[in-house]
């Protein structure tokens, strides 16, 4: 949907629970007068963006006025008692008053108002005309959160997380966690971590310190059961792992050691080490500890005890454990809830203060029962949906949109009292860095108002306006589109795309799995939307701070999809039965050099906003294709 199509009001991000637009407009003049009637961290970094902002519209800010100040900010007092993070804003002849409940959402409130300085604001020679408007609002989930993987592969540079905290600030999503397996510098684990280019603990102050300014609570994740192969590859690890002659697994091409054994006291000894290393560094009482996908607990060290107690009690006597730990350091611990809703029945045996994480990243993923599930046994949760961008190429743009607003439909109705968008980073976290925002901005938009998700037809007009701020209105269209243009293919999307897989898995039939629907029709389709995806994307005007990148990460994520189609059409015309590496060789030739051209454009793309950790890694990953094209 083009962005003149839409009402200002609903170019706001996140929609606001309440907003009417009012008479007549506010002609505002530099310099303007500012009351602050606030103390704090986070309400001067709120004044700070606001001055910033009206700077680049030429008009300067000075503190003072008293009541004939223009722009009147405050913070109400406690006794009334308001929503937290609630905020009512009002623009007017006089100019602007914000008052809050508290300094977070004074931080909203200043949010709200630059979004419709962007949105209606009219600049003029000498002033800035901004209609009219009422606001008042508060969010609907109290954790309004963002999970970034930083493990599979990709490590993002210092000034790429902080410009992220700052985007995310910006459209009032409030924890941020970096998911690490083996990508924070443990001391004295640095066989683990040595190619990882992991965060430091002098990283995590920066990063915590910018968080706390903006109102954001940054998050420990250390995943403590299953997930820990990064760990149990090496020695001496290897030895509490619970399979150390190791187990197939979906993150790897040979099998290999997976989760720790829940019987080993050693393993509760390593956490210890990793939690009090960890934990100094974050501010508040929380740490997400993971225990996801222990899918081969009870196989090998404690099959007798799993046996004997039967499963998922040895799971939750792993996780009461965990918990100890946690408890001794002062935290709170969250877990992902996959493995307690395969036996409910244990839930009423998980500790009380646990905060149970249901992820699911498919709509129709079924949040309302779990989240009955973990409501009944009076347990707190959270609702986990994704931004659906891992094994994609581009993202599956769609899925995202009603995922997201599932999740967040459903958590409210139960109770939930938070929202955590997830973003995966599955075989190498190789989309590219603004596929995510999509996801991003569907997310912070349910989380904080579930009646008013983003649709799939405004989402481009909300990106162009809040994330490229791109007036043409084409890059917010590009980004979703090529987001998109995986349905068209006709093959098995779920978790990823078909279209990631055949370049992840040569040896596949194109008769199974995945390949099995893909048609030389819908893979024809693709490339026509790809084409049609690039020529909205020449035609955007953006005016983000990383322009030409963003242009260029976009760029390359089309061609590694019009590569796919190609290579499934080479595929599907020398027959299904026909393996990648019986290709004619002058066309294997042909593809094997436009691959290796894509692999070159990652690896500089990629370093332009991560570590290079990793990244041989994430590159070994497609080496079966490249054989594959090369044979002969």
């Known amino acids: 949907m083009n962005r003149d199509a839409l009402d200002p009001l ?62 009147r900010l405050a913070v109400a007092d406690p006794a009334e008692n308001h929503t937290p993070e609630s905020y009512r804003l009002a623009v007017d002849e006089r100019g602007v008053d914000l008052h809050a409940a508290d300094p977070r959402g004074l931080a909203h409130g200043v949010s709200t108002l630059l979004q419709w300085v962007a949105v209606a604001g009219e600049r003029r020679s000498d002033s800035l005309l901004l209609p009219a408007l009422v606001v008042e609002d508060r969010p609907a989930f109290r954790h309004r959160g963002v999970l970034l993987d930083v493990s599979r592969d990709r490590v993002p540079r210092m000034e790429t997380l902080l410009g992220l905290v700052d985007l995310l600030a910006g459209w009032k999503v409030n924890q941020l966690q970096l998911y690490v397996e083996h990508t924070f510098a443990y001391v004295g684990h640095e ?115 799993c046996e004997e107690r039967g499963r998922h009690h040895v799971y939750v006597e792993y996780l009461r454990a965990v918990h100890r730990l946690a408890a001794e350091r002062g935290r709170r611990i969250q877990f992902w809830g996959d493995i307690v809703l395969e036996e409910p029945a244990v839930i009423p045996d998980l500790p009380a203060d646990a905060v ?97 998700p983003v649709d799939r037809e405004e989402l481009p007009a909300l990106l162009d306006a809040h994330a490229f701020l791109d007036a043409a209105g084409g890059a917010g269209t590009a980004v979703c589109d090529l987001g998109d243009v995986y349905l068209a293919s006709g093959g098995g999307n779920v978790n990823g795309t078909a279209l990631f897989h055949l370049l992840l898995r040569p040896g596949k039939g194109m008769d199974e799995g995945r390949n099995e629907t893909l048609s030389e029709k819908g893979l024809q389709e693709v490339l026509r939307r790809v084409d049609a995806a690039l020529d909205h994307l020449a035609a955007a005007r953006m005016g983000c701070d990383d322009t030409e990148l963003t242009a260029a990460d976009l760029r390359w994520g089309a061609d590694a999809v019009r590569f796919a189609a190609r290579l499934g059409l080479a595929r599907l015309a020398a027959g299904r039965e026909v393996a990648t590496e019986a290709l004619p060789a002058g066309e294997r030739g042909d593809l094997l050099a436009d691959f290796d051209d894509l692999l070159d454009r990652h690896r500089a793309l990629r370093l332009a906003r991560h570590r290079p950790g990793g990244l041989a890694h994430a590159m070994a990953y497609f080496e079966p294709l490249r054989r594959a094209l090369g044979a002969g």
């Open 10 to 71: 609903d170019l706001l991000l996140p929609r606001p629970l309440r907003a009417t637009r009012g008479d007549g407009a506010w002609r505002a003049t530099s310099p303007l007068h500012l009351q602050l009637a606030a103390d704090g961290l986070v309400a001067e970094t709120a004044v700070d963006r606001l001055a910033r902002a009206l700077a680049a519209q030429g008009i300067a800010i000075e503190r003072g006025g008293g009541d004939r100040a223009d722009l």
């Open 356 to 452: 149970a994480l249901d992820w699911g990243y498919e709509a129709g993923h079924p949040f309302a029962e779990h989240g009955a599930a973990f409501a009944a046994a009076g347990l707190e949760h959270w609702v986990c949906p994704g931004t659906s961008t891992w094994a994609s190429l581009t993202g599956r743009t769609s899925n995202a949109v009603t995922n997201v607003a599932e999740a967040a439909a459903a958590g409210h109705a139960s109770g939930a009292t938070g929202l955590l968008l997830t973003d995966w980073g599955d075989y190498g976290h190789l989309q590219p860095w603004p596929a995510s925002l999509p996801g991003f901005a569907a997310g912070a938009a349910a989380a904080w108002n579930p009646q008013r």
């Open 191 to 305: 066989t683990v971590w040595r190619d990882a280019s992991p965060i430091t603990a002098e990283e995590i102050h920066q990063l915590d310190s910018r968080c706390a300014a903006l109102g954001v609570d940054l998050v420990p994740n250390q995943n403590s059961f299953g997930h820990f192969h990064r760990w149990l590859v090496h020695e001496p690890y290897r030895q509490l792992a619970e399979c150390p002659d190791g187990v197939e697994h979906p993150w790897a091409f040979e099998p290999q050691p997976f989760s720790l054994c829940a019987t080993d006291p050693g393993s509760l000894d390593l956490l210890a080490d990793l939690y009090d290393q960890l934990l100094p560094h974050f501010r508040g009482d929380s740490l997400n500890v993971g225990l996801d996908e222990s899918f081969d607990l009870g196989r090998c060290r404690s099959r007798d005890a």
